[in-house]
């Protein structure tokens, strides 16, 4: 079981996801990066070679991040995905293994002969949501012994 982040910090306007940990590493994962590897039912799938592929997430945001107890995020993202929660380990498997999982990602991609580009604009279509400069940090407490 992966320790908890001791800090989190979400930069809305980059799209960036930071976590810091107890042993003095850090590491920042990008909105694209983080929702096309949702840990949601909608990405998943319901069972074991189930999952969808996720396209056209390039330009999604990050809006928000809220703790779960004390083992997850759920994340907010401009495309209105909000189900899925980020456990700890989870966040650290995408943390320490990202390279490798994105290469993966493309690979799946170019196989499928789809984008990273989201499909053209229709106004109709758009979110109302907002990138603002502000910057959430959550600072997460350690536990106390039972």
Not at 34 to 60: E, F, I, W, Y
């Amino acid at each position: 079981m992966a320790d908890s982040p001791t800090e989190i910090h979400l930069r809305r306007r980059s799209g960036l996801l930071e976590l810091a940990y107890a042993d003095g590493s850090s590491f920042a994962l990008g909105a694209e990066f983080l929702r096309v590897h949702s840990p949601s039912a909608d990405v998943r799938g319901h069972g074991k070679g189930q999952s969808v592929l996720q396209t056209g997430k390039r330009n999604v945001g990050l809006l928000s991040i809220e703790p779960v107890g004390y083992y997850a995020l759920k994340l907010v993202f401009s495309d209105g995905h909000d189900s899925g929660l980020y456990s700890w380990d989870y966040l650290h498997e995408l943390c320490t293994s990202q390279e490798a999982i994105w290469q993966e990602y493309l690979q799946k991609l170019q196989e499928a002969g789809a984008s990273r580009d989201p499909a053209p604009f229709y106004p109709a279509a758009t979110s109302k949501a907002s990138l603002s400069e502000q910057v959430q940090v959550i600072t997460i407490q350690p536990r106390s012994p039972l």
